[in-house]
């Protein structure tokens, strides 16, 4: 019999760094990410090994802070879990994607802006590149950005919502979700299924999404790990969490 095939959103960074964003990929063997200013994103393969985990510390440099965002495996007894936050992945199940007639495209001019409303309102990391990995739409109020959301992970088939966010002044007037019905317009006109990801313990978040027509897929993890100062031979794991 022969083994089904993974789903693309088990493991969302590696179907789309040898996906559809390929072209952002840093890899060292069996190991890939974005560059460090596009997005904190690191692919692990399916099935890490002693090898892959020595290869990733030689990518990111001895006693790095690594993000394994997403990673639902066994980490090194070695690597220091200096951080881990439950997540949840969720899927559009009924999305009503639409037009946002007073969404504007947003792109690398107003980035400085946008690295000052996620600052403000913490939706999670978005870096100076992080605009490239595709469409990213906005709300101004005389001149001014006050609400944002694009995309961010892709793999094949699927597209990640990403970076909602409102300015506290302005929100209760349901920016958000007419920024996520764009954003997945977008995606759905492609082709694409709309996808996201967030904090568990996020519940605001998770009913929002929900009652806007997502359903869980899966519960992850959102983690960050230090390498070891020095790699050594130990080949055994432990759990996460």
């Not at 993974?6 to 559809?20: E, F, Q, R, V």
């Not at 460090?36 to 030689?58: E, K, Q």
């Not at 006693?63 to 070695?78: H, K, Q, S």
């Not at 998770?206 to 031979?233: C, D, I, K, N």
Request: charged letters at 20%; a negative charge.
């Amino acid at each position: 019999m022969s083994r089904e095939a993974p789903h693309p959103l088990d493991n969302p960074a590696l179907s789309s760094l040898t996906g559809p964003h390929a072209h952002f990929a840093e890899r060292h063997r069996r190991i890939l990410r974005y560059p460090v200013d596009v997005t904190p994103w690191i692919a692990l393969p399916d099935d890490p090994g002693p090898d892959d985990w020595a290869d990733l510390a030689a990518l990111t440099g001895p006693g790095a802070e690594v993000p394994l965002l997403g990673f639902n495996g066994t980490v090194p007894p070695d690597w220091e879990i200096v951080f881990h936050l439950d997540g949840v992945q969720l899927v559009d199940d009924g999305l009503v994607a639409a037009p946002e007639p007073e969404a504007v495209r947003l792109g690398p001019a107003d980035v400085p802006e946008m690295l000052d409303l996620v600052a403000r309102t913490q939706p999670g990391p978005f870096l100076p590149r992080t605009v490239e990995l595709g469409t990213y739409l906005g709300v101004r109020r005389e001149g001014a950005l006050v609400a944002m959301a694009g995309e961010r992970l892709h793999p094949p088939g699927w597209t990640e919502i990403s970076a909602v966010c409102t300015d506290p002044a302005y929100r209760g007037e349901g920016l958000a979700t007419r920024l996520i019905r764009a954003v997945g317009h977008g995606i759905r006109e492609r082709g694409e299924t709309p996808f996201l990801h967030t904090g568990a313990g996020n519940t605001t978040a998770v009913r929002l999404y929900e009652a806007l027509g997502f359903r869980l897929r899966r519960t992850t993890a959102f983690l960050a790990a230090r390498a070891p100062e020095h790699l050594t031979e130990e080949r055994t794991a432990v759990p996460v969490g």
